[in-house]
């Protein structure tokens, strides 16, 4: 089946910093989203992106939808303690029976 | 208040029982998921339905029984709990396309 990449499992990163976060997959996908699990919550939609070569900006977040159709990245400019929690990559095809394949997240700690 | 809801937010039970957790949506949103969520495996699909009296299995559906005889309601049931089952469950609902999904706060579920 499909697989989303997520490497690594964790990130540390000085408060301030800049973070750029990155999602593989050998499947193209129609429709790429990123999503943010506070500690003790729920994922939350982020950025949606719905065209190859997209860019959308969201405050300090930043997605592409890459050309091939088979990546995208999430950057996030100096970076805050609220920032801390786990960040899902997922992709989307349309077709029968299909829903969202998610990657297994990457961990992002930020020290103050 | 709108939304989707999760009830109980944490349970623990012995080995061998039964035990059901609740998602209710009030969006009226065609689309519902349950995942677990473990370490190192992130989220992974039990069960999903794509509308009232329609159910999927996921990638991980033993153990593990689902109903929808009415489209806000999605209950997951164990139905004869095991250690394996510990775990972090999240409900999740969405319209037709399935792509931008509103998760629950989660079910801290632990077997004992």
């Known amino acids: 089946g499909q697989q989303l990449n997520q490497s690594p499992q964790s990130m540390f990163i000085q408060e301030g910093e800049d973070v750029s976060m990155n999602c593989t997959s050998s499947s193209i996908f129609n429709t790429w989203l990123w999503y943010k699990q506070d500690p003790g919550e729920g994922p939350v939609l982020l950025i949606a992106l719905y065209k190859a070569g997209e860019l959308t900006s969201n405050g300090r977040l930043t997605a592409q939808f890459g050309i091939t159709r088979k990546d995208s990245f999430l950057n996030i400019s100096a970076s805050i303690p609220s920032d801390v929690g786990i960040y899902f990559c997922?992709?989307?095809?349309?077709?029968?029976?299909?829903?969202?394949?998610f990657g297994k997240g990457i961990t992002l700690s930020v020290r103050p | 208040d709108a939304g989707i809801t999760q009830s109980p937010r944490y349970k623990i039970t012995e080995t061998g029982r039964q035990v059901t957790l609740m998602c209710h949506q009030t969006?009226?949103?065609?689309?519902m998921f349950w995942y677990r969520q473990d370490l190192g495996h992130g989220l992974r699909l039990i069960y999903y339905?794509?509308?009232?009296?329609?159910?999927d299995k996921g990638e991980v559906p033993d153990g593990y029984v689902v109903s929808r005889s009415k489209t806000e309601n999605f209950p997951l049931t164990l139905e004869s709990a095991t250690r394996s089952q510990t775990s972090v469950y999240f409900c999740a609902s969405s319209d037709n396309p399935p792509i931008g999904y509103t998760f629950g706060s989660g079910t801290r579920l632990t077997v004992v």
């Open positions: 339905s794509a509308a009232a009296d329609i159910t």
């Open positions: 969006w009226s949103h065609s689309y």
């Open positions: 997922a992709g989307y095809y349309t077709g029968a029976n299909s829903k969202l394949t």
